[in-house]
């Protein structure tokens, strides 16, 4: 079973999602596309590697994806590690920065909400 995990509002409104040692990233105007119009977006994933001459790489990885649930109250949040859901006015706080984080809870498999 997915363990849980927790969404958190970062610098120039990104959103940042954790869950164990995996971290995940939401653009801000990927986020404002989920809100504002429903569109299912990318769920990023920061890559850092030393390069050969000693110089920190970073790349991005599109490992995931989030969509408004059918009922329009929570969304769901697909990555590599496992399926969440969220209700929409959580992430809506958390994306204002009124809460600094939400709890994320495992899809159960089988089950798309």
Do not use: W
């Not at 409104?13 to 939401?26: C, F, M």
């Amino acid at each position: 079973m997915t363990e849980p995990g927790t969404l958190s509002h970062g610098t120039s409104g990104a959103l940042h999602i954790s869950v164990d040692a995996e971290k995940y990233r939401i653009e801000a105007e990927d986020a404002r596309n989920l809100l504002f119009y429903g569109r299912v977006i990318p769920i990023c994933e920061d890559r850092s590697r030393m390069t050969p001459g000693g110089i920190l790489a970073s790349e991005t990885a599109i490992e995931g994806h989030a969509a408004v649930n059918a009922s329009g109250k929570a969304v769901m949040l697909h990555t590599r590690v496992g399926s969440y859901i969220i209700p929409l006015v959580s992430l809506q706080r958390v994306a204002r920065g009124e809460p600094i984080s939400a709890p994320l809870f495992p899809l159960i498999p089988g089950v798309t909400g």
